[in-house]
């Protein structure tokens, strides 16, 4: 089996709770290593953090263990060192990208993966609401002492450069890599901000 795409219905905020309501079901209860992908300002952060509450999993965010407070990244093979002793663990959610090998290292070592791939526009846009409100705020999962600033231009250039990288040969590997996993696709705000299962229904 190929992985396999939710049916999703809009809902309120708790349809977080029944995604992970609706995974624990489907996977009679296996569900343990989680891993939360997608291009930059589509929501990972968030989403990682409530399926955390939701399931108890501890959620491990790798852009604050990639980025140092000023803005520059780790030593990569210092990160490679990290990624492998999380994912060594026998229950994780890990959110974000790191590098394009430890990437497909988590897809193979998880049993669920969540892939959010909203349209460009709303990405830019989502981008740009996280610049003026961390402002303010610091947005979820943004790494400590980090220029929010700097981040976002960061964030619309990789942007700017993704559809060489997330297209349609990307989602064919992580389509082979996730075979007989759970698998995930996220393709709307609606389905983002309700995300309940269709096998969900008590």
Known sequence: MVGYYVSVKPAQEAGF???????????????????????????????A???????GLPVHQLDSIFYKPNGETIDVKQF???????IAKDSWIIEGFGTHETLYQRL??????IYIDLPYLVSYWFVTKRLFKGMLIKPEGW?????????????????????????????????????????HVIRSVSELNGFIDKYVSA
Not at 80 to 86: A, F, G, Q, V
Not at 108 to 113: M, V
């Open 17 to 47: 709770l029944f995604l992970a309501l609706g995974i624990i079901f489907e996977t009679g209860g296996g569900m343990k290593k989680i891993v939360v992908l997608g291009k930059p300002g589509n929501g990972k952060s968030s989403l």
């Open 49 to 55: 953090k409530r399926l955390g509450v939701a399931t």
């Open 80 to 86: 490679e060192k990290l990624h492998k002793t999380i």
């Open 108 to 113: 193979r070592a998880s049993d669920t993966s």
């Open 143 to 183: 790494p400590e002492g980090c220029s929010v600033l700097k981040g976002s231009i960061q964030s619309y250039k990789t942007l700017r450069g993704c559809p060489a990288f997330w297209n349609n040969e990307f989602m064919e590997k992580i389509e082979d890599i996730t075979v007989g996993k759970s698998l």
